[in-house]
């Protein structure tokens, strides 16, 4: 499943980074990472939603908290969000508001789907470490 979304462009080598850093003293490390990831992202989606409301074409504000976003999409390597985030920031410099606005929708889109394949991903995971440690203890 891993590859797929390698293959399908979810995520980049930087997720292979943050893998790495994982070891037996923190063996949910990359979950625990995603997690605080996908919390953090969708209160900065929340704050730019808000932004685009309250500040109509205030580019510079929308840029600094799109900023921000593709901040924490490049540390965990999710690489189609952060595609689409530096699309939202191409249409803030060229003051486009609906460039802004419908890359803002492909940006909820996409990470919608991140957090249900990673969800998915790591709950097959865990019964896969569920699975190992049963049939370990079997022997």
């Known amino acids: 499943m ?3 979304l390698f293959d399908q462009g979810y995520l980049d080598e930087q997720f292979c980074q943050v893998e790495d850093l994982q070891d037996e003293a923190s063996p949910n490390f990359v979950e625990e990472v995603v997690t605080l990831f996908l919390k953090d992202s969708g209160r900065l989606m929340s704050n730019i939603e808000q932004a685009l409301e309250k ?4 580019f510079n504000r929308w840029d600094a908290y799109m900023q921000q976003l593709k901040g924490s999409c490049c540390s965990i390597g999710a690489s189609r969000m952060k595609n689409e985030c530096m699309s939202f920031r191409d249409s803030c410099g060229q003051g ?3 460039g802004c606005m419908r890359a803002f929708q492909k940006v909820k889109r996409e990470h919608a789907v991140l957090r249900q394949k990673l969800e998915s991903y790591f709950q097959l995971l865990r019964q896969a470490g569920a699975t190992g440690a049963a049939t370990r203890s079997i022997k």
Not at 55 to 58: E, I, L, T
């Open 2 to 4: 891993k590859k797929s």
């Open 55 to 58: 500040y109509p074409r205030d």
């Open 96 to 98: 486009n508001v609906e």
